[in-house]
């Protein structure tokens, strides 16, 4: 029962959270929003402590690799003891992300949306390596926020059997 409860809150503070804090519109994808978000990401270089709605805290690395062309984020301790990784990459005119998770899959989205001058991305499934339909469990949907405060939150969306299972937030602070 506590599982089911808390399972719930955490659905309706996400689903607060999109109501209370979503621009009026959002607008969709163009090469200039999708390079400003792609900058964003590589200036988030560095370590940072994120903290989930679901109650535990990660180590967070961001690192811009393979010659510049991709920013590495590295997520330890979201499920005990385990590191998963998300690459963000232009894809030409299109930014990308790849999630490497725990679930043993790697789903891969695009940032189909932005909205407040393109600091809020939405990014939203494609497809995916191991996920042999869309109705296995992956996460299917990211939010990313990029504070005037210098912090980052993201929201995840875990899809499976055909519906939305739980929304995470994750509010990340860069470490000094």
């Given at each position: 029962?506590?599982?089911?409860?808390?399972?719930?809150?955490?659905?309706?503070?996400?689903?607060?959270?999109?109501?209370?804090?979503?621009?009026?519109?959002?607008?969709?994808?163009?090469?200039?929003?999708?390079?400003?978000?792609?900058?964003?990401?590589?200036?988030?270089?560095?370590r940072?402590?994120?903290?989930?709605?679901?109650?535990?805290?990660?180590?967070l690395?961001?690192?811009?690799?393979?010659?510049?062309?991709?920013?590495?984020?590295?997520?330890?301790?979201?499920?005990?003891?385990?590191?998963?990784?998300?690459?963000?990459?232009?894809?030409?005119?299109?930014?990308?992300?790849?999630?490497?998770?725990?679930?043993?899959?790697?789903?891969?989205?695009?940032?189909?949306?932005?909205?407040?001058?393109?600091?809020?991305?939405?990014?939203?499934f494609?497809?995916?390596?191991?996920?042999?339909?869309?109705?296995?469990?992956?996460?299917?949907?990211?939010?990313?926020?990029?504070?005037?405060?210098?912090?980052?939150?993201?929201?995840?969306?875990?899809?499976?059997n055909?519906?939305?299972?739980?929304?995470?937030?994750?509010?990340?602070?860069?470490?000094?």
């Amino acid at each position: 029962m506590r599982i089911g409860v808390a399972l719930g809150f955490c659905a309706v503070a996400a689903a607060a959270f999109l109501k209370a804090d979503d621009p009026p519109a959002s607008v969709p994808a163009t090469p200039e929003l999708a390079r400003s978000a792609w900058a964003r990401f590589k200036a988030a270089e560095g370590r940072w402590v994120g903290k989930s709605t679901k109650g535990w805290e990660e180590t967070l690395q961001y690192r811009t690799i393979a010659g510049g062309s991709t920013v590495l984020e590295t997520s330890f301790d979201a499920h005990p003891g385990e590191e998963m990784a998300t690459a963000f990459y232009l894809d030409g005119d299109r930014l990308m992300l790849t999630h490497y998770c725990v679930a043993k899959n790697a789903p891969r989205l695009e940032a189909t949306a932005f909205a407040d001058g393109g600091r809020t991305v939405v990014f939203t499934f494609v497809d995916g390596a191991n996920l042999p339909t869309r109705d296995k469990g992956h996460m299917d949907k990211a939010v990313f926020r990029f504070g005037a405060d210098g912090r980052v939150v993201s929201q995840w969306t875990w899809y499976e059997n055909g519906k939305e299972k739980w929304f995470e937030e994750i509010v990340q602070t860069r470490r000094p």
